[in-house]
């Protein structure tokens, strides 16, 4: 009897211990099944988020594109040219999902416009599609929440219907837990400019190099695009823009225009611009002549800390330099103290006649300090004539260059993905010249970096009296000339020569013998060989397919 209830008791423990294993179960499945539910929405959301901020930097690119290249705003607007102003005409219980104004920036006013789709270009957009949904009217604005806005004065953008990253709503409506999204970060607002000018014309150009010049207008915080090519109508621009006590220090933008007949006829420092410490981009030269003296660029005579971008000189220029000593003038810049020379080429034919010692011409710029020169190359004929006297001194006269980028760069300055096609040619008349100099990329390196750089045009030393140890011939770099700096050449290439005294990378190791071209020893190459270094050469190159812009030799991935 004692055996049947425990067996009894035994049956019903065990039971109990399935019960309650499979309650225990049940429960940690709920949980488990919880926490994917709630990790699989959060992951939606995250990804809703992450495509609206996506939208928002697309948008952010192309309005500022658009707004930079038309002035104005790409938004919906009437047949008479007035602006359809987003209003929300819903119910105040039709509303109470999207109430992205009470989201908005402390830099908004009460103006929000509809962003015009149809008039941006090239856009993939995730959200947004209402847009396509407004009626003629616009009188169903309300109705349409997955559309973009923009503010009239913060130029923030917004996504009306916003992306709920909330948990759950609370009966009236409002977020118990997360937040709605109608536009992403804090700083999203395209640059406004305190003034916009257009150049539509040579009269306007005028207009900003009085204002200059004068001292009443620096263009400081200004944005001046250029609206069209300007012709010069067989006008000479013989004043530039800025001087040393007047820069000019706003943004100029060519737009991708260019300056026709340009013509300089002058016995000074000659450009577009005189002293430039602002922004010149996307501007070129398409054509001209150009005579000046003393320190001069097609572009911009002396560069102060400024950047010049995207610009281009196809003018042939004649520079006689005989008011300044160790003058140079180039293509695209004079003389740069700082700041940046980036995606800018030559292929003006640029010559100097040297009337004073240590002279140079170059295709890009002259002497160089504190400046990075990247991604430049020059295609045009380079030459400069020496033919002055010699001095009782005759040790200190001479030391004339030419050179297919730059003159001189210092230890704080560096040439990067450039190259040379022109030919250069350097010509002394002077009875025993101490070291003329003719290089296809750099004249004197007092320290600088060369970099991913190569040279394929002649490079010639025209010589009364020919001394190879003094003459200074070369592919990359004609001298290097700095007691106790280390001047660096990486990765840098040119086409070789078969003829005795063939050419080598660097000239001369200057005056103190501890900087050889060791290190760009062995990169001289066949013409077939160059044509297939595009790869080695670096991502800032690609190959000239089909041999149509550059003889089959590597070019600039940005040149088209």
Known sequence: MKKRNRKRKLTRSQKGISLIALTTTILVLAIVTSIVVYNSKNNIMIKQYKKLENDIDVLNNKVGMYYLKNGELPICMRSDRTYIEYNDNRTEEEQKYNKFKEDKHQNDNDKYFILDLNKIDGISLNYGADFYNIDQTYTNLGYCPDLYVINQQSHRIYYVKGIDMGIERAADGSLSNGKVYYTVGENVEIPLYKSIKYIKDLTDLKEVRKNVNEGSQTYKDWILIQTQNIKMNGEEWNEPIGTDAHPFEGEYNGAGYAIENFKINSTVSGGIFGVNKGTIQNLGIESGKIVANGISGAIVSKNAG?????????????????????????????????????????????????????????????????????????????????????????????NNRACGIADEIDTQSKIINCYNMGNITLTTKIAEDVCPVAAGILGQNQGGNVENCYNVGNITVNETRTDIKTTRRAAICGCNYLNGNESNYINCYYVSETTVNSLTAVGSNGYDGKNGYAPIVGNAKKPSELRNLASVLGDAYKEDKNSSLNSGYPILTWQQ
């Open 306 to 398: 400024g950047s010049i971008i995207n610009c281009y000189n196809k003018a042939d220029a004649v520079y006689n330099i005989t008011n300044i000593e160790s003058g140079a003038s180039a293509g695209i810049c004079g003389q740069s103290t700082g700041g940046i020379i980036s995606q800018c080429y030559n292929s003006g034919t640029i010559t100097a006649n040297f009337s004073k010692r240590f002279s140079a011409v170059c295709g890009i710029v002259g002497i160089a300090s504190n400046t990075r020169i990247e991604e430049c190359y020059n295609i045009g004929n380079i030459s400069g004539i020496a033919q002055y006297s010699l001095s009782k001194n005759k040790w200190s006269d001479g």
